[in-house]
Nanobody, 126 residues
Framework: QVQLVESGGGLVQPGGSLRLSCAAS????????MGWYRQAPGNERELVAV???????NYADSVKGRFTISRDNAKITMYLQMNSLKPEDTAVYYC????????????????????WGQGTQVTVSS
């Protein structure tokens, strides 16, 4: 199976910055799109930013100009640099990725995956 592990969340004052990381592991062959999502209490999970395998990016209007998504394919890791944070950015942030991996032990097959991380809390408060 493919696992995604987020890190870098925490408590920050309004106007501050945080950098989230999402590390993927498993018998990964390739990763297509990677993305960051967030879910605040009482709200549905929403897209924050996505990045494709060729580096194309897309952002939610609410974070454009403040957040930057990037990925290091050699390290199979994705990042989210968050600047000028606002209280409304408070949420649990989840990473998501889809791609292909080697499944099985004695008999190995090429399979597709779409995985979620466990989430990391970001709190913006004075």
């Amino acid at each position: 199976q493919v696992q995604l592990v987020e890190s870098g969340g925490g408590l920050v004052q309004p106007g501050g910055s945080l950098r989230l990381s999402c590390a993927a592991s498993g018998n990964i062959v390739s990763i297509n799109t990677m993305g960051w999502y967030r879910q605040a209490p009482g709200n549905e999970r929403e897209l924050v930013a996505v990045i494709t395998s060729d580096g194309s990016t897309n952002y939610a209007d609410s974070v454009k100009g403040r957040f930057t998504i990037s990925r290091d394919n050699a390290k199979i890791t994705m990042y989210l640099q968050m600047n000028s944070l606002k209280p409304e950015d408070t949420a649990v942030y989840y990473c998501n990725a889809d791609g292909r991996y080697i499944s099985g032990i004695s008999v190995k097959t090429l399979a597709s995956f779409r995985s979620w991380g466990q989430g990391t809390q970001v709190t913006v408060s004075s």
